[in-house]
């Protein structure tokens, strides 16, 4: 299957998607947050919650760019991989690279755990302020290049909450086609 196939894009609510994991813009505690992070943790109940205490426990929570697995509880998806965005300070904090870390790190837990599937939101585009367009661009960028190397990922799926992130994964996907 071709590169492009395996990606798409679509408007709607990611704690309803079916897929292998879906990704929860998180933040570095792990604790469930506002955005698409309580969202998550609300629909998906307290199994998720569960698990992110044994990873702080572990680890001390979730570095920005980095990413962790949990389950997914009460979700369609058989788990969430939490990862950190970055909080826009003007571009000057390498936060294009941040956010790109973000989207290869979920993406190398999916193949380190044999899922085919995997569904992101749009990562630092609400409270955190990144630029829809900027983040569209590097999250479609990031994507392709793993895709070239790991066969293992069959489906991308962009799952945008608004038609403003929506219309700019789409021209990413156009114009990187």
């Not at 990873?55 to 997914?72: K, L, M, N, P, Y």
């Not at 990031?142 to 991308?156: A, D, K, P």
């Amino acid at each position: 299957m071709d590169i492009h196939e395996r990606i798409t894009a679509q408007q709607g609510d990611i704690t309803k998607t079916q897929a292998d994991a879906i990704v929860n813009a998180a933040n570095t505690s792990l604790m469930g947050g506002g955005g698409v992070d309580g969202a998550i943790h609300r629909a998906g109940g307290p199994a998720i919650l569960d698990d992110c205490r044994k990873i702080v426990a572990r680890q001390g929570g979730c570095a920005v760019g980095e990413a962790v697995i949990t389950t997914a509880g009460r979700l369609p998806a058989k788990h969430v991989i939490h990862t950190v965005g970055p909080v826009w300070n003007g571009g000057n904090k390498n936060e294009e690279e941040k956010l790109a870390s973000c989207y290869r790190n979920a993406l190398q837990l999916a193949v380190d755990n044999g899922l085919a599937t995997i569904a992101f939101p749009n990562i630092s585009t609400g409270i955190y302020r990144f630029p829809k367009d900027r983040a569209a661009g590097i999250a479609v960028q990031t994507i392709r290049v793993f895709l070239e190397t790991h066969t293992g990922i069959q489906q991308v799926l962009l799952v945008c909450f608004d038609e403003e992130n929506l219309r700019y994964t789409q021209q990413a996907l156009q114009q990187q086609a």
